[in-house]
């Protein structure tokens, strides 16, 4: 058991010692704000978690943590507020308790105290951690970052925050802010302004803390592959005009593809069927997921198959893999279309029956979810989803970079800062997709697998999450994906 005393209580103080003692480390923890009782328990790790330091002694207190006030409030700093921010050095000693010290060079720290502020960091040493106090508010920087504390203040600020109840709010003021569709950029974020994007740095601080309390977390490593399917079919499930239309194209542009093209209508192997690779592959992991876009109405961003033959793709590769019921809700999920941002209420309507599409092709609800795009709108996105009974979403992630956009390759339940309530949806967070590297980042097959490297050698190290992303076209050896199945492969296998 964990005693924490604080001078002040609050919700987000209950959430985040929630998420990380009770989630990470399997304690009960107990808050209180009575001195007297927080120095009467005896034989119990009591944390102090204040403003200001108090000796060791007198309180008998285990460890301090500086408390920056972040926890205590109830409402959003203004845009435009950041952090005081540091990287530093910490030599993890293992004679100082049974566990075994997490292996990384150095630890990123948020919400410093005063005392470091103003006292620095001479030589490059780590004053900021002694053996009984911590010099920076370690739980309102984990808040911050799985929050998306900077993302809400982000959306309000740029593209206020639609709701269901009033679904045109819209107080725009500058938007080329966003990306071409509206999202919000990995560049405006801290931790890649820092260049900590690629460090799971609540995964780190998470085992800092299990440092000092000598226990380590329950995590364990962790591969989760999971697929997009944006287009079941490359060549059929179009309407004729469509697919008339393509072919000329491809006599003109793309000769190479009429062989296969022909194949695919002719003798039905067509390069995007998901029985053929991505089922397959999947299925080699304990844990895997599988999201089918559902929209009913073809446009230039939502290009899936006609919903006739999607449903009869669906059936036929079900009825192929043997699959049951159990089976399909653990695993597969909707993939919900790009919307506009704005209109909750239009979005919401378009999702409810893309859910009553998928129930119908596969014989159940759906649970999880990725938006399409990474088309992630916090925290309006989260509350659409919520309405229609998603519970795990897996979207946590940048379209244009590599790394962790939450700070953590772990599942949370998410924080909904407008309400200052927990919701029921519990985030997955992924960090390479296949998408990112080969189109945004312009690498190759090769540098490919070594960043996706370089990721799993850290998460194996404190025991993190590897989940990626990839869609039944990269593993197809179909143009312009050719190589890539590879990859995809290598992705999956541990150092």
């Known amino acids: 058991m964990v005693l924490l005393f604080t001078h002040q209580n609050s919700q987000r103080i209950h959430y985040i010692f929630g998420e990380v003692l009770a989630m990470r480390f399997g304690f009960t923890i107990e808050i209180t704000t009575d001195w007297e009782y927080f120095q009467s328990k005896q034989n119990i790790f009591k944390v102090l978690y204040t403003e200001n330091q108090l000796d060791t002694e007198s309180s008998s207190h285990n460890l301090w943590i500086y408390n920056s006030g972040l926890l205590n409030e109830n409402f959003l700093r203004p845009w435009g507020f950041k952090p005081t921010a540091k990287a530093f050095e910490f030599n993890f000693v293992s004679e100082k308790n049974t566990i075994t010290p997490p292996q990384f060079p150095q630890i990123e720290a948020l919400f410093l ?54 679904p045109n709010n819209n107080p725009s003021r500058n938007r080329a802010a966003s990306d071409k569709h509206g999202r919000y950029p990995a560049h405006e974020s801290l931790l890649y302004q820092l260049g900590w994007l690629q460090e799971p740095v609540v995964d780190k601080l998470v085992w800092l803390l299990g440092y000092f309390i000598n226990k380590q977390p329950v995590d364990v490593f962790e591969i989760i592959p999971t697929a997009d399917i944006d287009m079941a079919l490359r060549y059929g499930g179009r309407s004729l005009f469509t697919q008339v239309g393509s072919f000329l194209r491809d006599c003109f542009f793309k000769p190479s593809l009429l062989i296969e093209r022909f194949r695919a209508v002719f003798l039905g192997k067509d390069p995007y069927q998901i029985d053929k690779a991505t089922i397959p592959f999947l299925k080699k992991f304990a844990q895997y997921k599988l999201f089918v876009l559902f929209h009913n109405h073809r446009d230039s961003r939502n290009k899936q198959i006609q919903l006739s033959a999607l449903n009869n793709e669906i059936k036929r590769c079900l009825n192929r893999e043997n699959s049951n019921l159990t089976t399909i809700h653990e695993n597969w999920g909707i993939h919900p279309s790009w919307q506009e941002k704005n209109n909750a209420m239009k979005t919401q309507t378009a999702w409810r029956t893309e859910v009553e599409n998928f129930n119908h092709a596969v014989g159940c609800a759906p649970i999880h979810s990725r938006l399409h795009y990474i088309h992630l709108h916090l925290p309006n996105s989260y509350n659409i989803l919520q309405n229609l009974g998603i519970t795990h979403d897996w979207s946590m992630g940048y379209p244009d970079q590599i790394g962790f956009r939450a700070g953590t390759s772990k599942p949370y339940a998410w924080y909904d800062l407008i309400s200052e309530s927990i919701s029921h949806i519990t985030v997955h967070p992924f960090c390479i997709m296949d998408v990112t590297c080969k189109n945004y980042l312009s690498l190759n097959c090769y540098k490919s697998i070594k960043c996706a490297d370089a990721l799993k050698q850290k998460l194996q190290s404190i025991s993190g999450t590897f989940c990626f992303v990839f869609h039944n076209e990269s593993v197809s ?19």
């Open 477 to 495: 050896e179909s143009y312009p994906w050719v190589g890539w199945k590879d990859t995809i492969e290598n992705w999956g296998k541990a150092l």
């Open 113 to 166: 105290s005063p005392k470091c502020e103003i006292d620095g960091f001479p030589n490059g040493k780590n004053e900021i951690i002694d053996n009984h106090s911590i010099q920076f508010d370690l739980f309102a920087e984990i808040f911050w970052c799985i929050s998306r504390y900077e993302e809400i203040q982000w959306q309000i600020e740029h593209g206020g925050v639609a709701s269901i109840e009033n």
